[in-house]
């Protein structure tokens, strides 16, 4: 009993002298609470306003990009699949790039010096994830997704128009030439052909009315 009345004793004398001390410091205690909320405070909302780089509020944007078909025979003739190169365009560090020169949606600063600077912002953003054009489960569809300074959400939609003005472009000038001879060929074709083709029309037509 004595030993056991000495244990208990012992823990209250401990828990004593532990609140001795902390009334002892209480000075130094309530100081250094303070001075972390005030840094922290002073990190979370002060800081980002003079120094942008500080500040983490992002934006996630999502569009889904309609693309139209080619007509089957045309498409067959050229082996084109539309969806799929406007997807690479779209993904393409030179095309990003160039929207990035003129909307700088990924950087907090307006203007970069070097070209080299906005093709490795460009491909920042795509290693993390920041924009991703991938073929959406809807048909004929690009899904695009945008994660970007919340102060840049004015510039998002005029940079979507852009990458898909320029990979539409791109599509053009890959398609022209292959449909310019498929008409030439077609030409070719009714040129060589057409007279044929109609004098067996009129031979069976009056072989009818005979």
Excluded at 54 to 61: A, H, P, S
Aim: with cysteine.
């Amino acid at each position: 009993m004595t030993e056991q009345y000495e244990n208990n004793n012992e823990d209250e004398i401990s828990l004593i002298d532990l609140f001795a001390v902390l009334v002892r410091y209480r000075k130094l205690v309530v100081i250094g609470t303070l001075a972390v909320a005030l840094a922290a405070f002073a990190w979370l909302f002060v800081l980002p306003k003079f120094v942008p780089s500080l500040n983490k509020k992002t934006l996630t944007i999502s569009y889904a990009l309609k693309t139209e078909r080619l007509p089957s025979s045309v498409a067959f003739s050229v082996n084109y699949d539309i969806l799929l190169t406007a997807t690479n365009y779209m993904n393409d560090v030179r095309v990003l790039a160039d929207a990035q020169r003129e909307f700088s949606i990924f950087a907090d600063e307006k203007k970069v010096p070097s070209v080299s600077a906005y093709n490795k912002q460009i491909q920042d953003a795509i290693d993390k994830e920041k924009f991703v054009a991938k073929r959406s489960p809807i048909a004929d569809t690009i899904a695009v997704t945008c994660k970007i300074p919340i102060e840049k959400e004015d510039f998002a939609d005029d940079f979507i128009k852009k990458i898909a003005k320029m990979a539409s472009d791109y599509i053009e000038a890959d398609l022209m030439p292959e449909i310019n001879t498929l008409e030439d060929n077609a030409d070719m074709i009714l040129e060589k052909y057409g007279d044929l083709g109609l004098s067996e029309k009129k031979s069976s037509s009056s072989s009818s009315s005979e």
